[in-house]
């Protein structure tokens, strides 16, 4: 069974600071997804990477895939309170599970004004 | 385009009742998905569906869980009878073909069993 670790949990913060949140596992993955999701609402999707070092950027997020393909990394450059929700990642093990998906625990994120 | 629509959106039942929800897809996705996710977790995979067949339903409790997907585009999730582990929120997502991992989810339905 493949595993997905995010850290931390939580994470609290004032409007305008930086945040990193991980995303890692022991196995690999052929990609790996970012969703951020609001209460009461489904997980919508933010980004996929699919090369090992991939690096992709969305106005403020930066989202890094591992050179292994193990791990991801989520950067925020000056959170805003609109930044506020649950984060998840999630991976696809490839090869015949086509489609399927492995997610984290998620992040809670909120950006205090 | 129309999202993925779910319903209902919150459903509260006592334990060993029964439940069902209903999930309509993007208009020509063929694989569907429904996920369930607790309170605190990430989304767990229950089972995935291509056109009207099963794909993986590896994950799911058969022995009190149900779906189905006839005629290949609405699906319908069934637990019969209800534990108190099974309040969560359960997500039906769809996509356009099996190999694509950009899913688009509905709102899901909140279960809250009592």
């Known amino acids: 069974t493949q595993l997905l670790e995010q850290s931390p949990q939580f994470l609290s913060i004032q409007e305008g600071e930086n945040l990193t949140v991980y995303c890692n596992s022991s196995?690999?993955?052929?990609?790996l997804q970012w969703y951020r999701q609001e209460p009461g609402e489904g997980p919508v999707l933010l980004v996929t990477?699919?090369?090992?070092?991939e690096v992709k950027k969305l106005k403020r997020l930066t989202f890094q895939f591992g050179d292994a393909r193990k791990d991801s990394s989520l950067h925020i450059t000056a959170a805003q309170p609109g930044d506020t929700g649950l984060y998840l990642c999630a991976g696809a093990p490839g090869g015949t599970s086509y489609g399927k998906l492995t997610f984290g625990q998620g992040t809670i994120l909120t950006v205090h004004p | 385009e129309a999202g993925v629509a779910q319903s209902p959106r919150y459903k509260i039942i006592e334990k060993r009742q029964s439940v069902a929800f209903w999930c309509n897809p993007i208009s020509g996705h063929a694989t569907l998905y429904w996920y369930q996710q607790i309170l605190g977790q990430g989304p767990k995979l229950l089972i995935q569906f291509q056109n009207n067949g099963v794909v993986d339903d590896s994950q799911l409790p058969k022995d009190r869980f149900s779906a189905e997907r006839l005629k290949g585009v609405d699906s319908t999730l069934k637990i019969q009878p209800a534990k108190l582990e099974d309040s969560a929120v359960y997500l039906c997502a769809s996509s356009f073909r099996l190999r694509d991992y950009g899913y688009t989810f509905g709102s899901g339905t909140r279960l809250t069993v009592v």
């Open positions: 196995s690999v993955f052929s990609s």
């Open positions: 990477v699919v090369t090992g070092g």
